[in-house]
């Protein structure tokens, strides 16, 4: 199967070209390289440097053909999304357009998009929150994920173009790039590692769903581990696997941020057959590990 995977040289795009490349499939990545790296694409995988806001869609679908789009392009910093909301609209709504209208033309059969399990849902959600759920996102970049859901859900019943939206917790691993500003588990790793007291925002109290990462399945699916974890009790427990005892400086919580949330992926095992099979505790193993090695964003292999 022919796979244009957009953002695909970035954290959890290379991660997921590796397994299409892995399956045996013929895979195409785009990328602008903003936050992505070229090293982190698979070495059979084909690689096409370019912005999804002016990239030649038509002459790159005319000549790859792909059968199916994985959009994992996206401008991802909520905090970036308050200060400066038309860019996270340009970024995460209309390059998504263009893709979708690219898709309908050339015969695509069918998008894969990465979507968010923590930004649309917003607060006052049961939890772990079912995909059935009222979002009511607290950020622009939220409210950009869930009209990228509805663009979807339009093209789905106005073309008949099949899809999957994969609601993302927070997802944390190697190849997670500390210098931003998403990456929770990247960034504490990186101050310890360096010997610095990381920031955190508020009292630490509030909570995520941290993740390690049926064909005929359409709308959102959420991927994450149905359990919630205190930044507080993440820093500890990172504290413990790197072996230092560095004092955390707390700040002032920062707009757009949500307090609570956790997954029901019960919808991913039904439609999908998947359930999450990293422990946090190896997770946060791993993600030092490869920091450890002087790799936080190990290619390849």
């Known amino acids: 199967m022919r796979i244009l995977v957009t953002g695909g040289a970035g954290f959890i795009g290379s991660h997921v070209v590796d397994a299409y490349v892995g399956a045996g499939h013929e895979v195409l990545v785009l990328d602008d390289l903003s936050t992505g790296r070229p090293g982190q694409v698979h070495p059979r995988a084909e690689f096409c440097q370019a912005d999804l806001r002016a990239a030649p869609l038509d002459d790159l679908f005319r000549r790859f053909r792909p059968e199916v789009v994985n959009q994992h392009a996206a401008l991802v910093e909520v905090r970036r999304s308050v200060a400066a909301p038309a860019l996270d609209a340009e970024r995460n709504v ?8 690219a898709c309908v033309r050339h015969g695509v059969a069918r998008v894969v998009f990465a979507s968010s399990g923590g930004a649309i ?24 994920k ?21 609601r993302y917790a927070n997802v ?46 359409v709308g959102p699916v959420n991927i994450g581990t149905g359990q919630e974890t205190s930044v ?21 919580p920062k707009a757009g941020e949500q307090r609570r949330s956790a997954l029901d992926a019960s ?5 999908l057959g ?18 450890r090695r002087g790799r936080p964003w190990p290619g390849p292999e």
């Open 94 to 101: 209309m390059t998504l357009l263009r893709v979708l209208e």
């Open 274 to 291: 998947w359930r999450p099979a990293t422990s946090l505790a190896e997770g946060l193993r791993q993600s030092v590990e490869a920091f």
């Open 232 to 252: 507080n009790e993440l820093y500890r427990q990172l504290c413990a696997v790197v072996g230092q005892q560095t004092p955390a400086v707390h700040g002032p």
């Open 172 to 217: 944390y691993g190697p190849r997670q790039d500390p210098a931003g500003e998403a990456g929770v588990v990247a960034i504490f790793t990186d101050r310890l590692l360096a010997g610095r007291s990381p920031v955190i925002n508020g009292d630490g109290e509030q909570t995520r769903d941290y993740l390690a990462l049926a064909p005929e399945a």
């Open 267 to 271: 919808r991913a095992q039904a439609w």
């Open 121 to 144: 849902y917003g607060e006052g959600c049961a939890l772990p929150t079912p995909e059935t759920a009222t979002p009511a996102p607290v950020s622009p970049y939220g409210a950009s």
């Open 146 to 166: 869930l009209i990228g859901e509805h663009y979807l859900r339009v093209f789905h019943r106005l073309h008949g173009l099949p899809y999957l939206a994969l």
